[in-house]
């Protein structure tokens, strides 16, 4: 399985911007579906963004406007840029590749606090 390695997270004030950044240890080129996921705190992971190879993207409504997720076959990378971050948006941050069954990497903390 690919390997992937989250990075950019950190502590920002509300209203703030994050980019993520993760980087695959493999070409990307022939991984059809790219995601971020987060889990806060007692609550369950769910589905932040998704970019398929044709580069049609998914949002959650909860960041739809705010958040944009991009690939670059060329780096091997997925990014997730977080504009006008809330305190809601605290969390553990997941790269995801293939499916929920795919490949995870181990997170990056995010935390939107004044």
């Known amino acids: 399985q690919v390997q992937l390695v989250e990075s950019g997270g950190g502590l920002v004030q509300p209203g703030g911007s994050l980019r993520l950044s993760c980087a695959a240890s493999?070409?990307?080129?022939?991984?059809?579906?790219l995601a971020w996921y987060r889990q806060a705190p007692g609550k369950q992971r769910e589905l932040v963004a998704t970019v398929i190879g044709g580069g049609n993207t998914y949002y959650a409504d909860s960041v739809k406007g705010r958040f944009t997720i991009s690939r670059d076959n060329a780096r091997n990378t997925v990014d997730l840029q977080m504009n006008n971050l809330k305190p809601g948006d605290t969390a553990v941050y997941y790269c995801n590749a293939g499916d929920y069954n795919g490949s995870w990497g181990r997170g990056t903390q995010v935390t939107v606090s004044s």
């Open positions: 493999t070409n990307i080129f022939s991984i059809y579906r």
